[in-house]
């Protein structure tokens, strides 16, 4: 291993779920980073010394008094590219986000200079209690990077949000981070209102025009935002999805419902994105009671009529002075030349543009897209996952707050 190979502290705090820490510790030595395990001591009832220094190749750092004259409290945080806290308790991240340095660990983490990553793992009441999330915003708002738990099953038999995300995307997240040189709070003290899913205009109190979004897309646009520091909205049209940690929901479903909690929402926003399918148009009359068929009588047609569009409404009023506004296009056919078009007519600043049909995007994790700019530039993002193409959003965001 070279000199030079980056230094990643792995702290591991007192959760089941640090035998996963293991397989984290393998990527991060396998791709050649220098890796100090700073295990606390209830994250050794779970897994072991023996495991961690094999792994590792090096001691484990478990006490704050064993090796006093190399000073290892203030050097191990010191001399770190990188700090991961994987699994993060929530005892963990309330110790972190006061200041508390009673273990060898928190001393790291209040020494520690370089960019942190916490990858928490607790039970769904443990993580959504508010103690828990003001001690998450806190550490976000300070600049620490608190992944969103996964949601699945938990310990024993229970399922829900809280399992630790899995190690293949932690070790993304800080590769991630180590060749961005921690930039990833380049969002914060941002305030960015997100819409993701799609509108439902009903036809009587049974039946609605929908569409097929399924809200993945701008879940992950305000997850990732969260994650990078800023402070989120999400407006949520339908989603099925569980809420994202740290982020404010506002639940609609109508595109007029929409229009109004995005006008409430944009007047303090520095950023906004229309991720959401919105229905250009809704049914002219609502019937109150279900529609009944009548044998022999043909069905009344729908009769239609235009939603007022919101993007181009925001583009032209804009809230406050830079605003920056994004749109989405879902595309089947000219996709390119279409978006040109659309980003002209809607006066945004950014167009994210996606192929829909024959199964791409829609209800999918994956997403390729172009990224318009009405400065004329055009950004091709290859297919990967929702998060990656959210990211590659923000960055565009990001180069134009300024
Ligand atoms: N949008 C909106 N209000 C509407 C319709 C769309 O704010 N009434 C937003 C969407 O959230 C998205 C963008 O506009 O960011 C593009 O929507 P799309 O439906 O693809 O574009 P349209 O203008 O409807 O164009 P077309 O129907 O020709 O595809």
Same mark, same amino acid.
């Given at each position: 291993?070279?000199?030079?190979?980056?230094?990643?502290?792995?702290? /591991?705090?007192?959760?089941? @779920?640090?035998?996963? @820490?293991?397989?984290?510790?393998? %990527?991060?030595?396998?791709?050649?980073? %220098?890796?100090? +395990?700073?295990?606390? =001591?209830?994250?050794?009832?779970?897994?072991?010394?023996?495991? &961690?220094?094999?792994?590792?190749?090096?001691?484990?750092?478990?006490?704050? &008094?064993?090796?006093?004259?190399?000073?290892?409290?203030?050097?191990?945080?010191?001399?770190?590219?990188?700090?991961?806290?994987? !699994?993060?308790?929530?005892?963990?991240?309330?110790?972190?986000?006061?200041?508390?340095?009673?273990?060898?660990?928190?001393?790291?983490?209040?020494?520690?200079?370089? !960019?942190?990553?916490?990858?928490?793992?607790?039970?769904?009441?443990?993580?959504?209690?508010?103690?828990?999330?003001?001690?998450?915003?806190?550490? %976000?708002?300070?600049?620490?990077?608190?992944?969103?738990?996964?949601?699945?099953?938990?310990?024993?038999?229970?399922?829900?949000?809280?399992?630790?995300?899995? *190690?293949?995307?932690?070790?993304?997240?800080?590769?991630?981070?180590?060749?961005?040189?921690?930039?990833?709070?380049?969002?914060?003290?941002?305030?960015?209102?997100?819409?993701?899913?799609?509108?439902?205009?009903?036809?009587?109190?049974? %039946?609605?025009?929908?569409?097929?979004?399924?809200?993945?897309?701008? #879940?992950?646009?305000?997850?990732?935002?969260?994650?990078?520091?800023?402070?989120?909205?999400?407006?949520?049209?339908?989603?099925?999805?569980?809420?994202? =940690?740290?982020?404010?929901?506002?639940?609609?479903?109508?595109?007029?419902?929409?229009?109004?909690?995005?006008?409430?929402?944009?007047?303090?926003?520095?950023?906004?994105?229309?991720?959401?399918?919105?229905?250009?148009?809704? !049914?002219?009359? #609502?019937?109150?009671?279900?529609?009944?068929?009548?044998?022999?009588?043909?069905?009344? *047609?729908?009769?239609? /009529?235009?939603?007022?569009?919101?993007?181009?409404?925001?583009?032209?009023?804009?809230?406050?002075?830079?605003?920056? +506004?994004?749109?989405?296009?879902?595309?089947?056919?000219?996709?390119?030349?279409?978006?040109?078009?659309?980003?002209?007519?809607?006066?945004? $600043?950014?167009? +994210?543009?996606?192929?829909?049909?024959?199964?791409?995007?829609?209800?999918?994790?994956?997403?390729?897209?172009?990224?318009?700019?009405?400065?004329?530039?055009?950004?091709?993002? *290859? $297919?990967? *996952?929702?998060?990656?193409?959210?990211?590659?959003? &923000?960055?565009?965001?990001?180069?134009?707050?300024?």
């Amino acid at each position: 291993m070279s000199a030079s190979a980056p230094r990643v502290v792995l702290g /591991v705090s007192g959760g089941i @779920a640090a035998y996963k @820490a293991c397989e984290l510790l393998r %990527r991060l030595t396998e791709s050649g980073h %220098r890796v100090t +395990v700073v295990p606390t =001591a209830a994250a050794m009832h779970f897994v072991g010394e023996a495991t &961690w220094a094999a792994l590792s190749g090096r001691p484990a750092a478990t006490e704050t &008094w064993e090796t006093v004259h190399e000073v290892p409290h203030v050097r191990i945080g010191q001399n770190a590219d990188l700090v991961v806290v994987a !699994p993060a308790t929530a005892d963990l991240m309330a110790k972190a986000a006061h200041g508390l340095a009673d273990d060898l660990l928190t001393n790291t983490l209040l020494t520690a200079r370089c !960019p942190v990553v916490f990858a928490p793992a607790m039970h769904t009441e443990m993580w959504e209690h508010p103690a828990t999330q003001e001690n998450v915003a806190t550490l %976000r708002r300070r600049g620490a990077i608190v992944l969103e738990p996964a949601v699945g099953r938990l310990t024993g038999v229970d399922t829900g949000k809280g399992r630790l995300p899995d *190690p293949s995307e932690i070790f993304e997240v800080c590769r991630r981070v180590l060749a961005r040189g921690g930039l990833d709070t380049d969002l914060a003290g941002r305030h960015v209102v997100v819409s993701a899913g799609g509108t439902r205009e009903p036809l009587d109190p049974v %039946r609605f025009l929908g569409n097929l979004s399924s809200g993945k897309q701008g #879940y992950a646009l305000a997850a990732t935002a969260a994650a990078r520091g800023a402070r989120v909205t999400l407006l949520s049209a339908n989603a099925e999805l569980p809420d994202p =940690a740290g982020v404010d929901v506002v639940r609609v479903s109508t595109a007029l419902q929409l229009r109004e909690a995005a006008l409430k929402a944009v007047v303090d926003a520095d950023v906004v994105v229309m991720a959401a399918a919105v229905a250009d148009f809704r !049914p002219a009359e #609502y019937a109150t009671g279900k529609i009944k068929k009548v044998e022999g009588v043909d069905p009344a *047609p729908v009769a239609l /009529v235009r939603n007022p569009d919101i993007l181009a409404e925001i583009s032209a009023h804009r809230a406050r002075p830079g605003q920056l +506004v994004v749109g989405f296009a879902a595309e089947t056919d000219d996709v390119l030349a279409n978006g040109r078009a659309k980003l002209a007519r809607k006066g945004c $600043d950014l167009l +994210v543009v996606n192929e829909v049909g024959g199964g791409k995007a829609f209800g999918q994790d994956t997403n390729a897209a172009v990224v318009l700019g009405a400065d004329g530039t055009e950004v091709t993002i *290859p $297919d990967g *996952p929702k998060e990656s193409l959210a990211d590659a959003v &923000w960055d565009e965001v990001a180069a134009r707050l300024g």
